[in-house]
T-cell receptor, first 114, second 115 residues
């Protein structure tokens, strides 16, 4: 089992460029999440999905879009990157929504926007 | 208002000593779960321990234990016999019904273990 994987691991963009981050999980989890991590801020939820074909906004959704066309994949898109989107992005998945369900995280993507 | 508060930005401990990392939470739900994660310098998030609101016993996983004080709404992580490899960021998180069980995280505590 690979668990949760993210591609790419690193990326440098210029302001205004677009890109897509890919998250894949092989644990048959229903729930998937995208977080961003900034120094001193912990993890902040961008968007999440409760199943194939569904997405919902989290705490900091502006400037990002997501899609969940297949259960195992969750894509995060930046249409027009801004320096404020420089961050480390983590994808996570969990079996369901119960308070007992543990999240499993990918290794992260370090994005720099110049 | 912060749902999860970790008041210690940084902590230092001597190798082989025990250390407690603080976490307080805010919820009006009866049913919730509390989690601790470790993030070493390599960056990955590693699940350490879970405590359910209805669990009567404190959770234990090897050298990690969770000091759960429900009335005080605290869920402190205790690491016994610290090792150099315990140096990392530690995050407390909560799932609660009021938040649709979507996890929220604290800002983290940086732990440095000295030899």
């Amino acid at each position: 089992n690979a668990g949760v994987t993210q591609t790419p691991k690193f990326r440098v963009l210029k302001t205004g460029q677009s890109m897509t981050l890919l998250c894949a999980q092989d644990m048959n989890h229903e729930y998937m999440y995208w977080y961003r991590q900034d120094p001193g801020m912990g993890l902040r939820l961008i968007h999440y999905s409760v199943g194939e074909g569904t997405t919902a906004k989290g705490e900091v959704p502006d400037g990002y879009n997501v899609s969940r066309l297949k259960k195992q994949n969750f894509l995060l898109g930046l249409e027009s990157a801004a320096p404020s989107q420089t961050s480390v992005y983590f994808c996570a998945s969990s079996y369901g929504e119960q308070h007992t369900d543990t999240q499993y995280f990918g290794p992260g993507t370090r994005l720099t926007v110049l | 208002a912060q749902k999860i508060t970790q008041t210690q930005p940084g902590m230092f401990v001597q190798e082989k000593e025990a250390v407690t990392l603080d976490c307080t939470y805010d919820t009006s739900d009866q049913s919730y779960g509390l989690f601790w994660y470790k993030q070493p310098s390599s960056g990955e998030m590693i699940f350490l321990i879970y405590q359910g609101s209805y669990d009567e016993q404190n959770a234990t996983e090897g050298r990690y234990s969770l000091n759960f004080q429900k009335a005080r709404k605290s869920a402190n992580l205790v690491i016994s016999a610290s090792q150099l490899g315990d140096s990392a960021m530690y995050f407390c998180a909560m799932r609660e019904r009021g938040g649709s069980y979507i996890p929220t995280f604290g800002r983290g505590t940086s732990l440095i273990v000295h030899p």
